[in-house]
C-alpha cells in the first residue's frame, strides 16, 4: 500500500473543532439502520430532539421498541419501526417495501448498521458476514429507497463509514475471503473501501437530482460494536482500547450536522471525519476498482444494471428494483 501525505489528514480533522448544525428537523422524515445502539441510536436521539419523524431498521423487534419508547419519552418523536437483519439481503428488501408503504418520500437515510468479526461467517446469501452487513445491504437499502429521497427537496443519503478503510484488504477476485486466511480489520477495511467507492460512483449518477450522498467517520467511539467477538477480545477492547475513545454523543451531532446543514446542500460524493471534508486513503480513488466494486455490488444484491437510470427517469418500481416498463 502506497501512502502519501493526504493519509495523515484524519489526525488534523480528529483534532479540529467539529461544526454543529441548529437548523430544524420538524416536518423531516428520517430513516436510520442500526438505531438500537452507538452511533445508530445517538443520531436517532438528535435527529428527535430536533423534530425529525424517524423510521428505524433495526434486527432486535425489542431492542428497537426499547430505542423507539426511548425516543418518544425523551423527544415526543414520531418514530416508527422496521425489522431487518442486513444479514439477509430478502430482509432488506421486505423492509425497503415496509417503509415504501408508511411514506412517499424521504428526506434523509443514515445507514450506520455494522459490525466487526475476528473470524469469517458466510450469510446465507452466501457473502462474507461483515462485507454484506457493513456494505452490500446498506447498498440494497440505499437502492431501494432512492426515488424516496429524490422526491424530497434536498434528500442525503450518509453511509456511517470509518477509518477502518485504511487497513485495505479489498481483493475484487476473493470477497469472500477464499482464498487467503481471514483477517478480521482488513475485511472490515474491504467492506468499508467497497462503501466509499460505490458513495463516489452513486453521487456520480445522482447528478441533477438533488439528492446528495457521502460517507463519514463517526470518530473513535465508545459503542457495542466488537461485542460479537470472543471474551479476550473483547477484554481488550474494554480494558484498553475504550480508554482512548470518546462519547458516541459527538457521532450523533457530527450526523446531525450531515443530514441538514445548509452549506452541504451541494456537497456529494465526499468523506468527512465526523464534520471535516478530508481525502479517504488513497486506494478508496481507484477509479478502475471503482466501476468494478459498483457493478460487482449491483450484482450481489440482484439489481439490475439499468438500474439507477430507471429510477431517475421515474419509472422505478421500487419492490424489487426492476423496471415497471
Ligand atoms: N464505534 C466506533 O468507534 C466506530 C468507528 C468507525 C466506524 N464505526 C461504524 O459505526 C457504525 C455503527 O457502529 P457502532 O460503533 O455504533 O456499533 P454498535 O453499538 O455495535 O451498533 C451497531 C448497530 O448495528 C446493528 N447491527 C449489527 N449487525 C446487524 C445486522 N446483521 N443487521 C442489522 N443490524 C445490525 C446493531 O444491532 P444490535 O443492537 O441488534 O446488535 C446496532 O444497532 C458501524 O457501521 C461501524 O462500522 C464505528
Same mark, same amino acid.
Given at each position: ?34 438505531? !438500537? ?17 424517524? $423510521? ?36 432488506? @428488501? ?5 417503509? @415504501? ?16 468479526? !475476528? ?30 429521497? $429524490? ?30 486466511? %481471514?483477517?478480521?480489520? /482488513? ?30 467517520? &463517526? ?13 479476550? %477480545?473483547?477484554?481488550?477492547?474494554? *480494558? $484498553? ?27 456529494? *460524493? /465526499? ?29 450481489? !444484491?440482484?439489481? &439490475? ?16 428494483? %426492476?423496471?415497471?416498463?
Amino acid at each position: 500500500m502506497k501512502y502519501t501525505k493526504d493519509d495523515l489528514n484524519f489526525l488534523k480533522a480528529r483534532r479540529a473543532e467539529q461544526h454543529v448544525s441548529t437548523v430544524s428537523m420538524q416536518g423531516k422524515t428520517c430513516v436510520i439502520s442500526g438505531a !438500537t445502539s452507538g452511533v445508530g441510536l445517538e443520531a436517532s436521539k438528535r435527529l428527535a430532539k430536533g423534530g425529525a419523524e424517524l $423510521i428505524l431498521v433495526c434486527r432486535d423487534a425489542k431492542k428497537a421498541d426499547n430505542a423507539a419508547s426511548l425516543l418518544r419519552n425523551d423527544h415526543g418523536a414520531k418514530v416508527h419501526v422496521v425489522t431487518a437483519d442486513f444479514s439477509c439481503l430478502d430482509d432488506v @428488501r421486505r423492509a425497503a417495501g415496509q417503509i @415504501r408503504e408508511m411514506t412517499d418520500s424521504l428526506d434523509v437515510l443514515i445507514n450506520s448498521a455494522g459490525l466487526h468479526c !475476528t473470524r469469517r461467517h458466510l450469510t446465507r446469501d452466501g457473502n462474507e458476514l461483515v462485507f454484506q452487513v457493513n456494505h452490500v445491504a446498506p447498498f440494497l437499502m440505499t437502492m431501494l429507497l432512492l426515488d424516496l429521497l $429524490i422526491k424530497s427537496p434536498q434528500g442525503r443519503i450518509i453511509q456511517v463509514n470509518s477509518e477502518g478503510h485504511r487497513f485495505g484488504g479489498l481483493n475484487l477476485n476473493d470477497l469472500d475471503w477464499t482464498k487467503r486466511p %481471514y483477517m478480521g480489520l /482488513r475485511a472490515y477495511g474491504s467492506s468499508k473501501t467497497a462503501q466509499i467507492m460505490t458513495v463516489m460512483v452513486l453521487s456520480e449518477r445522482l447528478k441533477g437530482t438533488g439528492v446528495t450522498i457521502n460517507a463519514m467517520h &463517526p470518530g473513535g467511539v465508545r459503542t457495542n460494536i466488537g461485542n460479537n467477538n470472543g471474551i479476550l %477480545y473483547r477484554a481488550w477492547l474494554r *480494558g $484498553i482500547v475504550w480508554h482512548f475513545l470518546k462519547d458516541a454523543a459527538i457521532s450523533g451531532e457530527a450526523l446531525y450536522y450531515l443530514s441538514n446543514a445548509e452549506e452541504l446542500a451541494q456537497t456529494s *460524493g /465526499r468523506y468527512f471525519f465526523l464534520t471535516q471534508d478530508i481525502k479517504p486513503m488513497a486506494h478508496a480513488m481507484d477509479e478502475q476498482v471503482r466501476a468494478a466494486i459498483w457493478e460487482k455490488t449491483l450484482s450481489l !444484491t440482484g439489481l &439490475p444494471f439499468e438500474f439507477l437510470n430507471g429510477a431517475i427517469g421515474g419509472q422505478f418500481s421500487g419492490q424489487n428494483g %426492476y423496471r415497471k416498463t
